[in-house]
């Protein structure tokens, strides 16, 4: 009986330590949330003002990443964006971009996004990086 007790109290605390900082796979779910979909609008912003194209880019394709729990909450993921016909500063200038359409041969650019939120402060942070396809 008392070995039962030990095993399960050590399997609760494993548990526990492994959810705590370990990266865990972003699941549809995540990504459909509102929140997320907020850090997605966010970083495809700065995504676009890393970018040297006077084109805008949007999302285009399927986003994959991982979520940490850590003081706070970390995202890493991938944004595939795709170059539009609209002007990057027109729809940074309006906040719109509606309307916008991929261009027939335009440019596809992963963009890699670290986002963190702070726990104590709910600062956030969003990094990115950029690779060509």
Known sequence: ???F???V???SNY???SLVGSKVPLTP???KADEFQDIILRSEIECNLGLSSANWYELNGQITGTKQVIAGLKYEFRLPLQETDCNKQTVLENAEQNGCSYKESGT???CYVVFVQ???TGETTIDVTFRED
Do not use: G, P, Q
Request: with cysteine; net charge negative; charged share 30%.
């Open 118 to 120: 702070e726990a104590d």
């Open 1 to 3: 009986m008392y070995r």
């Open 5 to 7: 007790v030990f095993l």
């Open 9 to 11: 109290i050590c399997m």
């Open 29 to 31: 779910e995540d990504i």
């Open 108 to 110: 596809t650019v992963n």
């Open 15 to 17: 548990m526990e330590a």
